[in-house]
C-alpha cells in the first residue's frame, strides 16, 4: 500500500512590494521581506518544509497541480515536479524546463504575470494570508 501523501499544504504572506510581472517564474520564499525587483515572487514568509514535500513521494516530472488562494480569491497551476529541488528557502515554479536546486516545478501553464489579477491584489496587502496547496496529479 502507498503510504505517501497525496497533497501538501502550507502559507505565505503577501506584502506591499509584490509586483508578480515576471513573465517566466513565479516563486515562494521565506524571506520577510521583498524588494520591487522581485518581480517574481508571490509569497513572503513561506512555511513550505523540504522533508513534507519528499513524502509527496513525487517522481521526477510528475504531473502536479498549485492551487494559490487568498481572501477567497484563487487560482490552479498545473506543472512538472524537479525531483533536483532542494532548496528549503526558495520554491521557484518555471514556465520553462530549466531545472537547478531552487526549482520545484517546470512546464508550469503559467507565469506570476498570468495568475489572477484579482488574487494578485490581494497578496499585495501583507496582513493577507496566502494559501498554497500542492497535490498530486492523476490526470
Known sequence: MDK?????????HG???LLATH??????????????????????SATFDIDEIKKLGL??????????SCNEKSDEITAYYNVGFTNNHEMVIRITDYKDQR???VKADKSSLEINRELVEMMKDDKNKIDVLIEKSYL
Request: proline share 2%; with cysteine; charged share 30%.
Open 59 to 68: 517522481k521526477d516530472n510528475q504531473k502536479i497541480l498549485i492551487e494559490i
Open 4 to 12: 505517501t501523501k497525496h497533497k501538501i499544504q502550507f502559507i505565505a
Open 103 to 105: 526549482t520545484f516545478a
Open 23 to 44: 513573465p517566466r517564474t513565479f516563486e515562494f520564499t521565506k524571506d520577510k521581506h521583498l524588494t520591487k525587483q522581485g518581480d517574481c515572487i508571490i509569497g513572503v
Open 15 to 17: 506584502h506591499e512590494n
